[in-house]
Structures are given as structure tokens and as C-alpha cells.
């Protein structure tokens, strides 16, 4: 079992910069595909990023590709997700998750989710 935990959200100006990470608990985590997805307020949750279990393939959405990295450190059992050039849509509720296998892109593959951490864009 994983006991995830995010941390890094904040209120940040368009434009700006905030590093979202994820915290594992438990030995297993390099055996877990990692995923970020995020929810605004009246909006599905939609995924973000996610990234293979050693590290060297990631997927973004489209809406975030060439301004969000996703990485992992599996050392340190923690998962990242960087975020620059802020747009206020990206205002939402951010969740990472962990998955065995499966389409990474949706949010049914993972096992497991972390309680969420709040990003709010301001223009």
C-alpha cells in the first residue's frame, strides 16, 4: 500500500513558478507508475502529467506540455511536478496518484491518491 501526500501548493501570480511534490510512504514506491491530475472548481478532474517508474518517459496534457516537468526521485520516494509560466486556468485542486500499469492518461488506472494540494493563479 501507498500513503501519498502533496505539498507545494500555493497562491502565485501569472506568469510564476510553484513545484509541486509528492511524498511516498512505504518501499514500494519504484514499482508505481506516477500521475498528476488536477480539479478546478466545477470542472472534472482532468489529468496532468504522469511518468514512468524509472523516470525516463513522462505524458503531459496538451494544456500543460512545454510549461510543466514531471519528475521523480525514487530514492527519496517523492515525485515533483514543476510548473512555470502560470496561467490563471491552471488554478485547481492538484492530486498525484499511483499506478501498477495501465493508461496513465486516465484517472481510474491509479490505486492510489494523495488528499490534494491547492494552486490558485492570479491575473
Known amino acids: 500500500q501507498v500513503h501519498l501526500v502533496e505539498s507545494g501548493g500555493g497562491l502565485v501570480q501569472a506568469g510564476g513558478s510553484l513545484r509541486l511534490s509528492c511524498a511516498a510512504s512505504?518501499?514500494?514506491?519504484?514499482?508505481?507508475?506516477m500521475g498528476w491530475f488536477r480539479q478546478a472548481p466545477g470542472k472534472e478532474r482532468e489529468f496532468v502529467a504522469a511518468i514512468s517508474l524509472s523516470g525516463g518517459t513522462t505524458y503531459y496534457a496538451d494544456s500543460v506540455k512545454g510549461r510543466f516537468t514531471i519528475s521523480r526521485d525514487n530514492a527519496k520516494e517523492t515525485a515533483y511536478l514543476q510548473m512555470n509560466t502560470l496561467k490563471g486556468e491552471d488554478t485547481a485542486v492538484y492530486y498525484c496518484a499511483a499506478a501498477v500499469s495501465g493508461n496513465l492518461y486516465v484517472g481510474t488506472t491509479y490505486d492510489y491518491w494523495g488528499q490534494g494540494t491547492q494552486v490558485t493563479v492570479s491575473s
Open positions: 512505504g518501499r514500494t514506491f519504484k514499482r508505481y507508475y
